[in-house]
Nanobody
Framework: QVQLVESGGGLVQAGDSLTLSCVAS??????ILWFRQSPGKERQFVAR????????SYGASIKDRFTISRDNAKNAVYLQMNVLKPEDTAVYYC????????????????WGQGTQVSVSS
């Protein structure tokens, strides 16, 4: 089974940018999704991209600050995050799915271990 590894998280200041990576252990045609989870809150949908890179959607809370992309030659999906805010602080997870079933995290069962993003004010 494909394994996912996230990286690129860290501690930044409000207004800064970060790029997260999600690298798969093998080639696949999966949709890749990004979610985030803050302490005490539900895991929240951030973005998703299909295998072709042409079908993309974002969660409502992102408001054009984040951009998802993929490089299939590297089995990688990226999440470029700009103008970060303290409320973006969370553990960011990527998930893989053959079919995009919606924004509910419970629909997906193939996850990476997560990468922490902390934004100070």
């Amino acid at each position: 089974q494909v394994q996912l590894v996230e990286s690129g998280g860290g501690l930044v200041q409000a207004g800064d940018s970060l790029t997260l990576s999600c690298v798969a252990s093998a080639h696949s045609t999966y949709n890749i999704l990004w979610f985030r989870q803050s302490p005490g809150k539900e895991r929240q949908f951030v973005a998703r991209i299909d295998y072709t890179g042409r079908v993309i959607s974002y969660g409502a809370s992102i408001k054009d600050r984040f951009t998802i992309s993929r490089d299939n030659a590297k089995n990688a999906v990226y999440l470029q995050m700009n103008v970060l805010k303290p409320e973006d602080t969370a553990v960011y997870y990527c998930a893989a799915a053959e079919v995009f079933g919606g924004s509910n995290w419970r629909l997906y069962d193939l996850w990476g271990q997560g990468t922490q993003v902390s934004v100070s004010s």
